[in-house]
């Protein structure tokens, strides 16, 4: 059985943006730059306040049920069957973000730093520090995070310090040329990197506030302050390379550091997607902590053994993982996910709120 307890306003803000903040760090603006170009720090913007309107649609739902979690009162919505279902896609949808971002890791370490270790040594150590953290409550997860939180800041000082070596602001140049169009196509890929912020569906009751705008406020601050880390790892990037570069490098921060000499470490990519590991590990737990949540409301009653079903999840994913090494099929699993992104975390929650309110259910608020 889990014990749910209380989580305060700034446990919540770092897990909101560690779990936003995952892989992807990597690879920005490799996605943007084919559609806006230069102009890509404009994308990922455009990407950062799609997600904040999202977040409204989301807090708005949670404030109806302010006593109860998403998974707890999607019934009182959808009716029980139905929401037995949808429970049931939400469950499936974070295991699908679990196996895809530790894939992608363990290709990038794969690729980059432990060339010889097995591909399942790679996912197994990750799905099970993952799974061990998960089978925790909440508040513990919440207090694991603020200490990776550290981790994630000495890393932001890295990336700035690499960052600033011989680049060229003229990449930067001409401004606005590519027009409205390529920018709304650059901010589709960008509004994926925001995906994390669906946690407040299932954390809204368990946040310590003494207000509900608390709540919404602290959600806006950690996706403004995602926002603006990707767009200063977007700057980073495109002061270091031109747009021709760029189309060619999908992962143009590891190059950065790569190529950066610091006297006190030989390689400060090996340091920095070691010490890496960490935040994207943020990311795998919470999702597998969610998929639980969801999973045990699926029946008529609730599944109380929360470590049983976090273990059973990690053991399914590390099995599909195992046939997860080969970079086309990530490719093209990469364009499923995207879709999947967009239904269960905007199209869905919007859907429910719009059903919510013309059927007039609400409790608490």
């Not at 890509?40 to 708005?60: D, H, T």
């Amino acid at each position: 059985m889990i014990h749910l307890e209380k989580i305060s306003i700034n446990q919540l803000i770092c897990l909101v943006i560690l779990t936003q903040i995952g892989v992807s760090v990597l690879t920005i603006p490799y996605a943007q730059i084919r559609y806006s170009g230069n102009d890509s720090w404009m994308s990922i913007l455009i990407g950062g306040v799609i997600a904040q309107a999202v977040i409204l649609i989301n807090y708005q739902l949670g404030k109806r049920y302010s006593n109860r979690s998403l998974p707890q009162y999607m019934s009182a919505i959808v009716g029980k069957p139905l929401g037995s279902v949808v429970n049931f896609l939400f469950a499936a949808y974070f295991a699908q973000n679990i196996f895809m971002v530790t894939i992608t890791y363990a290709d990038v370490i794969n690729r980059w730093v432990l060339f010889q270790t097995p591909w399942f040594v790679l996912i197994g150590v990750s799905f099970t520090i993952a799974a061990y953290i998960a089978s925790s409550t909440l508040r513990s997860m919440a207090t694991v995070t603020q200490m990776i939180m550290l981790l994630f800041l000495i890393c932001i000082v890295i990336i700035f310090v690499s960052g600033l070596g011989k680049g060229d602001l003229r990449h930067f140049l001409p401004i606005g040329t590519h027009g409205i169009g390529p920018l709304i196509k650059g901010a589709v890929p960008s509004f994926w990197l925001y995906s994390g912020y669906e946690l407040l569906l299932y954390a809204f009751p368990f946040v310590r506030s003494c207000k509900k705008k608390d709540i919404v406020m602290a959600m806006s601050a950690a996706n403004g302050f995602t926002t603006f880390f990707y767009i200063f790892i977007t700057v980073i990037v495109m002061y270091n390379f031109s747009e021709s570069q760029l189309k060619s490098i999908p992962e143009p921060m590891v190059f950065i550091l790569r190529k950066f000499r610091w006297p006190v470490v030989q390689s400060l990519d090996i340091l920095f997607m070691t010490i890496w590991l960490s935040v994207v590990t943020v990311t795998v737990y919470v999702y597998l902590f969610l998929s639980a949540r969801y999973l045990a409301f699926i029946g008529s009653k609730e599944i109380r053994n929360h470590p049983f079903l976090v273990w059973i999840l990690a053991v399914v994913c590390f099995g599909f993982g195992l046939g997860g090494s080969d970079r086309q099929w990530q490719s093209r699993f990469s364009d499923y996910h995207n879709i999947a992104t967009a239904i269960m975390i905007a199209i869905v929650p919007t859907i429910l709120l719009l059903v919510s309110l013309v059927r007039g259910k609400e409790s608490g608020g």
